[in-house]
T-cell receptor, first 111, second 112 residues
Framework: GQQLNQSPQSMFIQEGEDVSMNCTSSSIFNTWLWYKQDPGEGPVLLIALYKAGELTSNGRLTAQFGITRKDSFLNISASIPSDVGIYFCAGQETSGSRLTFGEGTQLTVNP | DAGITQSPRYKITETGRQVTLMCHQTWSHSYMFWYRQDLGHGLRLIYYSAAADITDKGEVPDGYVVSRSKTENFPLTLESATRSQTSVYFC???????????FGPGTRLTVT
């Protein structure tokens, strides 16, 4: 099946630093979603994007729906230890009801 | 507000045994999904259901069976478990015409 290219695969940063990650697809998406997964838990929805060019914030998190509709970006500002986890992007094409997931970005924050 | 729950949270079974993983949601969402999560593969869709008595295959359906007699429940059965089915299994649900899926806490299954 189709996959999203999510990068980077992992990041090791110091507390207080900003973080950027992105996803790209060969297909056009209607919607981009960003999830966070804590160890031993299920993914939790962070941000949903519905229109090309849309920029949406949730606290220290900001995500953007790329103009081409084939990519999305997530930024985390002033990282803190509880930001540790795996961040997934997910997209949905125009037709259908299924999401395609990226392989995740493992974030480690050193205090 | 229970949301979406999965049981058991952990299961160890032997090769060849049948095992059923349960998923229950209290939101009356139309759609329900089963994913497996493995290192290097992210989340892969096994089966999904658009409504009671309507199910469809996902990306990796072989070796799995689902049913949906009630809107709130979506059990996943491994008819004859294999070691390759050792994984973490997540159930998710969403409203009709919505994009956002909401995940359960997962079931960690080990097949020995």
């Amino acid at each position: 099946g189709q996959q999203l290219n999510q990068s980077p695969q992992s990041m090791f940063i110091q507390e207080g630093e900003d973080v950027s990650m992105n996803c790209t697809s060969s297909s056009i998406f209607n919607t981009w979603l960003w999830y966070k997964q804590d160890p031993g838990e299920g993914p939790v929805l962070l941000i949903a994007l519905y229109k090309a060019g849309e920029l949406t914030s949730n606290g220290r998190l900001t995500a953007q729906f790329g103009i081409t509709r084939k990519d999305s970006f997530l930024n985390i500002s002033a990282s803190i230890p509880s930001d540790v986890g795996i961040y997934f992007c997910a997209g949905q094409e125009t037709s259908g009801s299924r999401l395609t997931f990226g392989e995740g970005t493992q974030l480690t924050v050193n205090p | 507000d229970a949301g979406i729950t999965q049981s058991p949270r952990y299961k160890i079974t032997e090769t060849g045994r049948q095992v059923t993983l349960m998923c229950h949601q209290t939101w009356s969402h139309s759609y329900m999904f089963w994913y497996r999560q493995d290192l290097g593969h992210g989340l892969r869709l096994i089966y999904y259901s658009a409504a009671a008595d309507i199910t469809d295959k996902g990306e990796v359906p072989d070796g799995y069976v689902v049913s949906r007699s009630k809107t709130e429940n979506f059990p996943l059965t491994l008819e004859s478990a294999t070691r390759s089915q050792t994984s973490v299994y997540f159930c998710a649900s969403k409203r009709d015409r919505a994009y956002e899926q909401y995940f359960g806490p997962g079931t960690r299954l080990t097949v020995t």
